[in-house]
């Protein structure tokens, strides 16, 4: 079965730290990925997302994804981190032309001022 | 992007009721998707809701306990039905948009006692 995996449950940065969330995912047909994040008190929202093309995405505030297709990874990145990143993260993938969506675990991030 | 409401916010029941959450979608949309996001876990789907059609399960979940309606192109309703402690969960529908994309609800989150 299709499953997805986030390898940090939990991470702790200071402000302007970089940061890189793992997703690895075990389908080997075509999918397509997401991100999404959800804010303290606020409902889940799609940070980016990727069908084709260029393998690294560009999303809201800043963050980016690279699609390397080789090793199942859909990392998430983020140059520079903000108070306001605090949130959790959850990946989530779906087989091409299918719309049932797999999440991951997700990853609670913890941005320190 | 897509506007959807969900009610309630959040309930408080007793064990061996029942509880129906409503989901309400700014536009027609084919598809509405109902998950369980249990304490500390991922999004599981439950059920997919097509209007005209019976509500399809995932493994693991069946109608007699979450019963699906799908009256309209903008409207779906979740049962929970016979509740027990283990049903505390947030429950969030979804819907695809732009396209092959899913955009969350805010969630139904439900304590059983």
């Known amino acids: 079965a299709q499953s997805v995996s986030q390898h940090n449950h939990h991470v702790i940065l200071s402000e302007a730290a970089s940061l890189e969330l793992g997703c690895n995912y075990s389908?080997?047909?075509?999918?397509?990925l997401f991100w999404y994040v959800q804010y303290p008190g606020q409902h889940l929202q799609l940070l980016l997302k990727y069908f084709s093309g260029d393998p690294l995405v560009k999303g809201i505030k800043g963050f980016e994804a690279e699609f390397i297709k080789s090793k199942f990874s859909f990392n998430l990145r983020k140059p520079s981190v903000q108070w306001s990143d605090t949130a959790e993260y959850f990946c989530a993938v779906k087989k091409w032309g299918f719309q049932k969506l797999v999440f991951g675990t997700g990853t609670r991030l913890l941005v320190s001022p | 992007s897509a506007v959807i409401s969900q009610k309630p916010s959040r309930d408080i029941c007793q064990r061996g009721t029942s509880l129906t959450i409503q989901c309400q979608v700014d536009s027609q949309v084919t598809m509405m998707f109902w998950y369980r996001q249990q304490p500390g876990q991922s999004l599981t789907l439950i059920a997919t809701a097509n209007q005209g059609s019976e509500a399809t399960y995932e493994s693991g979940f069946v109608i007699d306990k979450f019963p699906i309606s799908r009256p309209n192109l903008t409207f779906s309703t979740l049962t929970v039905s016979n509740m027990s402690p283990e049903d505390s969960s947030i429950y969030l529908c979804s819907v695809v948009r732009d396209p092959e994309t899913q955009y969350f609800g805010p969630g139904t989150r439900l304590l059983v006692l």
């Open positions: 389908y080997g047909g075509t999918v397509n």
